[in-house]
Nanobody
Framework: QVQLVESGGGLVQAGGTLRLSCAAS????????MGWYRQAPGKQRELVAI???????NSADSVKGRFTISRDNAKNTVYLQMNSLKTEDTAVYYC???????????????WGQGTQVTVSS
């Protein structure tokens, strides 16, 4: 089993910054892609940013130039640095990891519990 534990959410004024962290623990062979998704009230969950094990990244147009995703493979941790936050960034942010699991190497998708990010005007 794999657990993803997020931290770093909170309340911030527009224009401010936050840094989210997500640490993976448990028993697994390796972690492939890691990413951040968000879900605002009344909206579907959407991709914010994703990073491969090799460090290639992709992000939503709405956050390009403001958010940066990174990871520390030695710590099995992914980060989301959020700058120039806007009120429309308010959402629950979820960490996601695509993991190769024992005993047969099955690829499984795991989610964190979510962390609230609220941006006030």
């Amino acid at each position: 089993q794999v657990q993803l534990v997020e931290s770093g959410g909170g309340l911030v004024q527009a224009g401010g910054t936050l840094r989210l962290s997500c640490a993976a623990s448990g028993t697994f062979f390796s972690i492939n892609d890691m990413g951040w998704y968000r879900q605002a009230p009344g909206k579907q969950r959407e991709l914010v940013a994703i990073i491969t094990s090799g460090g290639n990244t992709n992000s939503a147009d709405s956050v390009k130039g403001r958010f940066t995703i990174s990871r520390d493979n030695a710590k099995n941790t992914v980060y989301l640095q959020m700058n120039s936050l806007k009120t429309e960034d308010t959402a629950v942010y979820y960490c996601n990891a695509v993991v190769k699991t024992p005993p047969w190497g099955s690829i499984r998708n795991y989610w964190g519990q979510g962390t609230q990010v609220t941006v006030s005007s």
